[in-house]
């Protein structure tokens, strides 16, 4: 078992192509964010609601594709926990099935994956 001090979070963003949000968000209420949330420790999966970004700092930049309109997150012992834990788990027939269910697997205008730690 991993130490405590090795616990991360995975900040998962994606930007789904506008045309396809919809249906994405259809499937991923009834099929993905289920299925995930029973088979890995989900802390919770979210999907925009229509609200303006706010976007600020020194020298703010964003995507040509626009913000992120769908974020989940996942808790792991570790990196290494991760690593093995989301290949095993992503790659069962069951998240097939699910996957098969997609409307458009080709709607990800841009994904980005970032691991933290608490402060």
């Known amino acids: ?6 616990a ?11 045309e ?13 964010a289920p299925w ?6 989900v802390i919770d999966f979210w999907v925009d609601d229509g609200h303006e970004p706010e976007v600020a700092g020194s020298d703010p930049q964003v995507s040509p594709h626009g913000q992120p309109n769908v974020c989940w997150i996942i808790r792991w012992a570790s990196r290494a926990a ?3 834990g989301f ?3 992503l ?5 097939q099935d699910v996957w098969a269910k997609h409307p458009n697997p080709n709607a990800y205008l841009h994904l980005n994956v970032r691991f933290m730690k608490a402060a």
């Open 87 to 89: 290949r095993s788990t």
């Open 91 to 95: 790659g069962s027939q069951e998240w």
């Open 8 to 18: 991360i979070v995975e900040v998962r963003d994606y930007t789904i192509d506008p």
């Open 36 to 41: 995930l949330r029973e088979n890995l420790d």
């Open 82 to 84: 991760r690593e093995e």
């Open 20 to 32: 396809w949000f919809e249906a994405y968000k259809e499937w991923a209420a009834e099929h993905a």
């Open 1 to 6: 078992m991993a130490d405590a001090s090795e």
